[in-house]
């Protein structure tokens, strides 16, 4: 986890936002890892944010390859579904921030705002693949911390 995840959550959680991760996994369909490791890194990455003072209030995976032609593979828009059903939350208008166009594309699909950080692999699909992509992200912040920054200032 970066070192400015943490505190960024925890800005969020403190402004009553609802954050939400949202994680393809397709290692376990490849047969790379046993979706029990998946269940496991997401109880180490709820551990360490509660350490911080902060929370998640979803954690939604898709354990499917792009082969299996499921609903929950981002940009499919299934997980943000299942997440506005269980939470009582409200997608369109929302905000999704990724460092894949596929995350941007699932917010582009759910009528929320794109915002693509250059962190992770961000830069690398900024710099190479922007030109391919049919819409642009709404906002393009260099971590976390800086899309919160502008999701705050968009309230």
């Known amino acids: 986890m970066f070192p400015f995840a943490p505190p960024a959550i925890r800005r969020l959680n403190e402004a009553g936002l609802a954050v939400v991760v949202l994680s393809n996994q397709s290692g376990v369909?490849?047969?790379?890892?046993?979706?029990?490791?998946?269940?496991?890194?997401?109880?180490?990455?709820?551990?360490?944010?509660?350490?911080?003072?902060?929370?998640?209030?979803?954690?939604?995976?898709c354990p499917h390859s792009s082969v299996d032609g499921c609903d929950c593979r981002k940009p499919n828009i299934g997980m943000m579904q299942r997440a506005e059903r269980d939470l009582d939350l409200?997608?369109?208008?929302?905000?999704?921030?990724?460092?894949?166009?596929?995350?941007?594309?699932?917010?582009?699909?759910?009528?929320?705002?794109?915002?693509?950080?250059?962190?992770?692999?961000?830069?690398?699909?900024?710099?190479?693949?922007?030109?391919?992509?049919?819409?642009?992200p709404d906002y393009i912040a260099e971590d976390l911390a800086g899309a919160v920054d502008w999701i705050l200032g968009q309230k």
Do not use: C
């Not at 496991?40 to 360490?48: G, I, P, R």
């Not at 596929?102 to 693509?116: P, S, V, Y």
């Not at 962190?119 to 992509?133: A, I, N, P, Q, V």
């Open 29 to 61: 369909a490849r047969g790379y890892f046993p979706e029990s490791l998946v269940l496991e890194v997401n109880e180490l990455m709820k551990s360490a944010l509660a350490k911080e003072g902060a929370h998640l209030d979803g954690i939604y995976y």
């Open 90 to 136: 409200q997608t369109s208008g929302s905000y999704v921030v990724g460092d894949r166009y596929g995350d941007m594309e699932m917010a582009i699909r759910a009528g929320a705002h794109a915002i693509l950080v250059r962190s992770g692999y961000g830069l690398g699909e900024w710099t190479w693949h922007r030109k391919d992509w049919p819409r642009q």
